[in-house]
């Protein structure tokens, strides 16, 4: 069975995305800030992270960033209310899919799937490198 971390500083969120994934077979564990879930993913490693952008404390973007150099195999699911990190920056840092919220479960599912399709490759899609730009956009863009 394929396991989900799932990121968000919001219970309810957390709550029903659990529901969705496990009706769907997905074994799932929930963390409310990106310091914990980046505990409970150096023990567990799951094969998807879930995780909001915008938390109080350590952001998404943060999350991302440590378990692309720490755990560069674990396919990550970026989720925001607003649209306001552009897919094709999340893409490049490695995301394998990129949510915008309110969700719709049928996206919920085909994004987890595609993730865990990702995570189960030949190794070739792990990294993908980060331009200057990129960069400087992380670094600008966070608060």
Known sequence: MSS?????DEAPIREFLTRWLRKSNYETTEAADAEA??????EQQPDVVLCD??????DGLWLMEQLRGRFPRI???????NDDVPPAVSMQRGVVEYLVKPFERD???AAV??????RHADGTHAT????????????????
């Open 4 to 8: 989900v971390l799932i990121v968000d």
């Open 37 to 42: 879930a980046l505990a409970l993913v150096s």
């Open 53 to 58: 952008v915008h938390m109080p404390g350590r």
């Open 75 to 81: 396919a990550i699911v970026l989720a925001t209310a």
């Open 107 to 109: 996206s919920v599912l």
């Open 113 to 118: 799937s595609r993730a865990i399709q990702w």
């Open 128 to 143: 993908s490198p980060a331009s200057d730009a990129l960069d400087e956009w992380l670094e600008g863009g966070r608060k």
